[in-house]
């Protein structure tokens, strides 16, 4: 039993002593014949605990009921004015708690619980005026009191006057510093207004001054996430959740925030754990059939939470391409191609889905149901990127190099200002060894769009691979790389120009960088090679060719790389 309810206890124990010592004196005022005399605390005494008891019970209206009567015998009392306007809140008869309280107020105009109550009614029917008179009064009588600072500070904050808010909350912490309240409200206004590096301060000072505190510990997380600082977040939410391990909320932006990371067994963990407290919150199912999917930890698992959320959403289009996703993976391409195909034309997710289902048909050798599928989308969306870029590769694979070209150059008539088409197109007529062209498109682009790196790096690298125009080549994938700057293909070309140029000190300089960028890379570790080679330093050259044939064993051109080194005296080397 709580000591709250002892001491109430014991005052009814009392009370019925003194009722009992006065039986013999007076007739009780409910059932004697003397005269009704509402002056006797005794009986307001009775009424007050009998009010109690009854409002520990729930029985609200019963202890509003007898806290009326208590206040008929004690009329003056501000105490019980405040007890029956909080009962009359109670059963939401806001009129008549403020009717109370002003009453007792003007008996009692100093009585600091009743200002206080008055003005959180006075802020719940919006009279905020009111409200405000009512907590100024009181930081007048007590200046050195936390209460109606905080809920004057939380007045203004709900009505968006966050300067004020912000003030008064300085106000209290000039008085008292060490309030954890008042610096934890002070970090939320901070927050709101965006100004999170205060706002960060004040929690950090929070969780000083109370460290069995929690909540700040996750509203700085919130803060770290939203400022991409996602080990900070992650740290601070595991922490948080040591002292509210049931705190699902903080758990699952946990689990996202790890699933947004790529750590898909960790989120998949904290995901779980949600589901063990709450089996039925769609929001966690959801993100842990993603982590099951993504993070390839359980394909039938994915499918089965996908199809249960299918069915109690079977117009949600996320929800069944993800279960298509989940069938493509586990084998089941009949079922991914159902649930992708009944992917709405209004979705998002539409041209994913036809994207999706014409790679599908294409691998299982569908190759003409893959290109009318396409056709079909392109004749819905007219003008999506993606479904020209699908098409076109699906007739290059084919060997239809000229349909390809046909398709980008229509798209190109479509959308002249997507740029990432007019690329596409250039790389199909390099391979299909069309250099001019693929030059010219290049060219086109860096007209539209002059600072576009990947068409001047293509550019430059094209000229380095085939000798020609060095100089200008050197000069526009330097360009490229300040636009571009970290590039591992960008700083191995400019390695390759160096390479052409003689400049094998240089060269090996820039492709150790990108072998560095790009480790499995097969061309630029065959560049790194023969820049070795060149420079003299044949071990690492040997190294390396091993390494990349090892890892394409089918690459004869690095195979007779290998052996040239052999015939040139190097009978060390083991090709296997």
């Given at each position: 039993?709580?000591?709250?309810?002892?001491t109430?206890?014991?005052?009814?124990?009392?009370?019925?002593?003194?009722?009992?010592?006065?039986?013999?004196?007076?007739?009780?005022?409910?059932?004697?014949?003397?005269?009704?005399?509402?002056?006797?605390?005794?009986?307001?005494?009775?009424?007050y605990?009998?009010?109690?008891?009854?409002?520990?019970?729930n029985?609200?209206?019963?202890?509003?009921?007898?806290?009326?009567?208590?206040?008929?015998y004690?009329?003056?009392?501000?105490y019980?004015?405040?007890e029956?306007?909080?009962?009359?809140?109670?059963?939401?008869?806001?009129?008549?708690?403020?009717?109370v309280?002003?009453?007792?107020?003007?008996?009692?105009?100093?009585?600091?619980?009743?200002?206080?109550?008055?003005?959180?009614?006075?802020?719940?029917?919006?009279e905020?005026?009111?409200?405000?008179?009512?907590?100024?009064?009181?930081?007048?009588?007590?200046?050195?009191?936390?209460?109606?600072?905080l809920?004057?500070?939380?007045?203004?904050?709900?009505?968006?006057?966050?300067?004020?808010?912000?003030?008064?909350?300085?106000?209290?912490?000039?008085?008292?510093?060490?309030?954890?309240?008042?610096?934890?409200?002070?970090?939320?206004?901070?927050?709101?207004?965006?100004?999170?590096?205060?706002?960060?301060?004040?929690?950090?000072?929070?969780?000083?001054?109370?460290?069995?505190?929690?909540?700040?510990?996750?509203?700085?997380?919130?803060?770290?996430?939203?400022?991409?600082?996602?080990?900070?977040?992650?740290?601070?939410?595991?922490e948080?959740?040591?002292?509210?391990?049931?705190?699902?909320?903080?758990?699952?932006?946990?689990?996202?925030l790890?699933?947004?990371?790529?750590?898909?067994?960790?989120?998949?963990?904290?995901?779980?754990?949600?589901?063990?407290?709450?089996?039925?919150?769609?929001?966690?199912?959801?993100?842990?059939?993603?982590?099951?999917?993504?993070?390839?930890?359980?394909?039938?698992?994915?499918v089965?939470?996908?199809?249960?959320?299918?069915?109690?959403?079977?117009?949600?289009?996320?929800i069944?391409?993800?279960?298509?996703?989940?069938y493509?993976?586990?084998?089941?391409?009949?079922?991914?191609?159902?649930?992708?195909?009944?992917?709405?034309?209004?979705?998002d997710?539409?041209?994913?889905?036809?994207?999706?289902?014409?790679?599908?048909?294409?691998?299982?050798?569908?190759?003409?149901?893959?290109?009318?599928?396409?056709?079909?989308?392109?004749?819905?969306?007219?003008?999506?990127?993606?479904?020209?870029?699908?098409?076109?590769?699906?007739?290059?694979?084919?060997?239809?190099?000229?349909?390809?070209?046909?398709?980008?150059?229509d798209?190109?008539n479509l959308?002249?200002?997507?740029?990432?088409?007019?690329?596409?197109?250039?790389?199909?007529?390099?391979?299909?060894?069309?250099?001019?062209?693929?030059?010219?498109?290049?060219?086109?682009?860096?007209?539209?769009?002059?600072?576009?790196?990947?068409?001047?790096?293509?550019?430059?690298?094209?000229y380095?691979?085939?000798?020609?125009n060095?100089?200008?080549a050197?000069?526009?994938?330097?360009?490229?790389?300040?636009?571009?700057?970290?590039s591992?293909?960008?700083?191995?070309?400019?390695?390759?120009?160096?390479?052409?140029?003689?400049?094998?000190?240089?060269a090996?300089?820039?492709?150790?960088?990108?072998?560095?960028?790009?480790?499995?890379?097969?061309?630029?570790?065959?560049?790194?090679?023969?820049?070795?080679?060149?420079?003299?330093?044949?071990?690492?050259?040997?190294?390396?060719?091993?390494?990349?044939?090892?890892?394409?064993?089918?690459d004869?051109?690095?195979?007779e790389k290998?052996?040239?080194?052999?015939?040139?005296?190097?009978?060390?080397?083991?090709?296997?």
């Open positions: 039993m709580p000591k709250f309810l002892y109430k206890l014991f005052s009814f124990l009392f009370v019925i002593s003194l009722l009992f010592w006065a039986w013999g004196c007076t007739h009780s005022p409910l059932t004697g014949t003397q005269a009704y005399t509402p002056s006797h605390k005794t009986d307001a005494y009775y009424h605990v009998r009010g109690v008891i009854y409002g520990l019970n029985k609200h209206e019963l202890a509003m009921s007898q806290y009326e009567r208590a206040l008929l004690d009329p003056d009392s501000p019980l004015a405040v029956l306007a909080a009962s009359y809140l109670q059963m939401n008869d806001m009129g008549k708690a403020i009717e309280l002003e009453r007792s107020l003007n008996l009692n105009p100093k009585y600091i619980d009743s200002h206080l109550l008055l003005g959180a009614i006075y802020e719940r029917i919006n905020r005026e009111k409200a405000i008179g009512h907590y100024r009064f009181v930081i007048g009588l007590e200046p050195d009191m936390p209460d109606p600072y809920m004057l500070g939380t007045l203004y904050k709900y009505s968006k006057d966050y300067e004020m808010a912000i003030s008064t909350m300085e106000d209290l912490l000039n008085r008292d510093f060490e309030n954890h309240m008042a610096s934890y409200q002070l970090a939320h206004m901070y927050m709101e207004t965006g100004r999170l590096d205060e706002a960060k301060y004040w929690l950090r000072r929070t969780m000083a001054i109370a460290p069995n505190f929690e909540s700040p510990i996750a509203d700085l997380a919130l803060i770290h996430e939203l400022e991409k600082e996602e080990e900070e977040a992650i740290s601070l939410y595991r948080y959740l040591k002292y509210n391990p049931q705190d699902i909320n903080v758990r699952l932006r946990l689990g996202r790890l699933l947004q990371e790529g750590d898909y067994k960790e989120a998949a963990g904290e995901l779980e754990e949600i589901l063990d407290y709450d089996a039925s919150s769609s929001e966690a199912r959801f993100s842990l059939g993603v982590a099951y999917l993504f993070g390839k930890i359980n394909y039938e698992k994915a089965e939470i996908f199809l249960s959320l299918l069915k109690e959403n079977p117009a949600n289009d996320r069944r391409y993800f279960l298509a996703s989940s493509q993976e586990n084998g089941d391409s009949e079922e991914a191609l159902r649930h992708f195909g009944d992917v709405s034309a209004i979705s997710l539409f041209t994913p889905s036809r994207i999706q289902m014409s790679l599908i048909m294409n691998g299982e050798g569908r190759t003409a149901e893959a290109v009318d599928l396409i056709n079909q989308a392109i004749a819905v969306t007219e003008k999506d990127p993606d479904l020209y870029s699908l098409l076109a590769s699906i007739y290059e694979e084919s060997g239809e190099t000229d349909r390809a070209e046909d398709v980008l150059s798209a190109i959308l002249p200002s997507n740029m990432e088409i007019r690329y596409r197109l250039g790389l199909i007529y390099e391979r299909a060894g069309k250099h001019e062209e693929a030059i010219d498109t290049m060219m086109e682009i860096l007209e539209l769009d002059p600072e576009n790196a990947e068409a001047m790096n293509f550019v430059g690298y094209s380095a691979d085939r000798g020609i060095l100089e200008k050197e000069a526009m994938i330097i360009e490229a790389m300040r636009l571009k700057p970290g591992g293909h960008i700083t191995d070309s400019l390695g390759w120009v160096y390479f052409r140029q003689g400049r094998i000190a240089e090996i300089q820039y492709l150790e960088e990108a072998h560095r960028l790009l480790p499995d890379d097969p061309i630029i570790s065959d560049h790194l090679g023969d820049a070795y080679s060149e420079g003299g330093m044949i071990e690492k050259a040997i190294e390396l060719y091993k390494k990349t044939l090892k890892n394409n064993p089918d004869a051109m690095i195979l290998l052996q040239n080194l052999q015939k040139r005296g190097n009978p060390q080397i083991k090709i296997q």
